[in-house]
């Protein structure tokens, strides 16, 4: 009896996560749609008055006949690529553009698109934006826009004019510089410290290294000692 008893406990547990499983694979059949294609449709397509059929992303897309065109074009020449929804993406397309399947592009590769079609990330402070040599210059990671069409990789490396800011304003330095110089406020505001403690303990240079700080902060020649850029506004 007790054989019986736990072969039927054994039976109703299996039955029991095998019905638990279809609502599951159900939810997994709606998510196939990638989820990138869906947040930029909501942010770049949906919030226009009339949708723009050329704003959608690359996820929500399937290219048919790229291999064959790239290939083939010349170089800035302009192509016309065809291309088909990603399974269950459709029902996330606004209706007007269903029925739309080409897009016209240029024939290039990724890196050597406009700069208007490709975001970097230029979080990188080991460069020196007022220096006239290589370090004047940095390497940062790109990605092309969701909606454009291009061969090749759509990350790549770049080289960029060093540009960061670390939240240092000029006008608050010129202000620090001009009210409490002599005490070397400006210096410590901007990170230089040990000028800072100069000052402070010289009285701004008996007021001549006050004067000539005010002027250098003034033009811009005097930065954040991280080699960061000023906030002008």
Not at 16 to 27: D, Q
Not at 166 to 185: I, N, P, Q
Request: positive net charge.
């Amino acid at each position: 009896k007790q054989w019986y008893q736990r072969r039927v406990a054994i039976t109703a547990g299996v039955w029991y996560w095998i019905l638990l499983s279809f609502p599951l694979l159900a939810l997994g059949s709606e998510l196939t749609c990638p989820k990138d294609c869906k947040n930029n449709l909501i942010q770049n397509v949906y919030p226009s008055n009339s949708s723009n059929c050329d704003r959608i992303p690359m996820s929500c897309l399937r290219l048919t006949n790229s291999q064959t065109v790239y290939q083939t074009c010349h170089y800035g020449q302009n192509v016309t690529l065809q291309y088909e929804y990603v399974e269950d993406c459709d029902q996330y397309i606004p209706k007007e553009c269903r029925s739309v399947n080409k897009r016209k592009s240029l024939c290039k590769f990724c890196f050597q698109m406009k700069e208007d079609t490709y975001t970097c990330k230029n979080d990188k402070h080991d460069c020196n934006p007022k220096s006239s040599g290589p370090e004047r210059f940095t390497v940062v990671s790109c990605e092309v826009k969701p909606e454009v069409f291009c061969n090749g990789k759509r990350v790549f490396k770049r080289q960029v004019e060093c540009s960061f800011v670390t939240g240092k304003k000029w006008g608050l330095a010129v202000v620090l510089s001009v009210t409490l110089g002599g005490f070397g406020a400006d210096r410590f505001y901007l990170g230089y410290w040990r000028e800072g403690l100069g000052k402070l303990f010289s009285f701004g240079g008996f007021g001549v290294w006050t004067i000539v700080d005010i002027v250098l902060i003034s033009i811009g020649y005097v930065g954040p000692a991280d080699h960061s850029l000023y906030i002008y506004s």
